[in-house]
C-alpha cells in the first residue's frame, strides 16, 4: 500500500543533539520539508492508510483469485471494527463529521470488499 509516496518523499536526518529526524518532503516545491506528524494530522487518508498497512501485515489479505474463507472475514471485521473505534476515540482525524463518514466507507473498503459485507449480511 502507497502510504508516502502520494504525497512526497521522506528523508532522515539528524538534529543537532544527534537524534535522528524523519521528515516528509512533499511533491509540491512551494512546502518546505515538515515532521511526519505535523503533516498526517493534516492529511486524514495518510492515517488511514498507515493503519491499514500494519493491520494488513498482521491478517493478510486473500489473494484475489481466492474467496477469503469467513474466519478471515470476521476477524478483519473484528479488528477493523477495533482500529476505527480507537481512531474516533483518539480523534486522530481532523475532519468534520459529514467527512468522516466517507472516510469510514474508504475505510471498510479496504478491509472486507462490498460484496463480501452484503453477503454477510444477508
Same mark, same amino acid.
Given at each position: 500500500?502507497?502510504?508516502?509516496?502520494?504525497?512526497?518523499?521522506?528523508?532522515?536526518?539528524?538534529?543537532?543533539?544527534?537524534?535522528?529526524?524523519?521528515?516528509?518532503?512533499?511533491?509540491?516545491?512551494?512546502?518546505? !520539508?515538515? *515532521?511526519?506528524? @505535523?503533516?498526517?494530522?493534516?492529511?486524514? %487518508?495518510?492515517?488511514?492508510?498507515? $493503519?491499514? #498497512?500494519?493491520?494488513?501485515?498482521?491478517?493478510?489479505?486473500?489473494?484475489?483469485?481466492?474467496?477469503?474463507?469467513?474466519?478471515?472475514?470476521?476477524?478483519?471485521?473484528?479488528?477493523?471494527?477495533?482500529?476505527?473505534?480507537?481512531?474516533? !476515540?483518539? *480523534?486522530?482525524? @481532523?475532519?468534520?463529521?459529514?467527512?468522516? %463518514?466517507?472516510?469510514?466507507?474508504? $475505510?471498510? #473498503?479496504?478491509?472486507?470488499?462490498?460484496?463480501?459485507?452484503?453477503?454477510?449480511?444477508?
Amino acid at each position: 500500500m502507497r502510504i508516502i509516496k502520494p504525497y512526497g518523499s521522506t528523508k532522515t536526518g539528524l538534529r543537532d543533539d544527534e537524534d535522528a529526524v524523519r521528515k516528509i518532503h512533499p511533491h509540491s516545491f512551494r512546502e518546505g !520539508a515538515s *515532521d511526519i506528524e @505535523d503533516f498526517a494530522t493534516s492529511h486524514p %487518508k495518510l492515517v488511514l492508510a498507515q $493503519w491499514i #498497512s500494519l493491520i494488513d501485515k498482521v491478517i493478510t489479505k486473500p489473494a484475489e483469485s481466492n474467496a477469503p474463507s469467513l474466519d478471515q472475514l470476521n476477524l478483519r471485521e473484528e479488528v477493523g471494527t477495533a482500529a476505527w473505534d480507537i481512531i474516533i !476515540a483518539k *480523534d486522530l482525524l @481532523d475532519v468534520p463529521p459529514t467527512r468522516l %463518514k466517507r472516510l469510514e466507507r474508504e $475505510w471498510w #473498503s479496504k478491509f472486507i470488499p462490498t460484496t463480501e459485507r452484503v453477503n454477510r449480511q444477508v
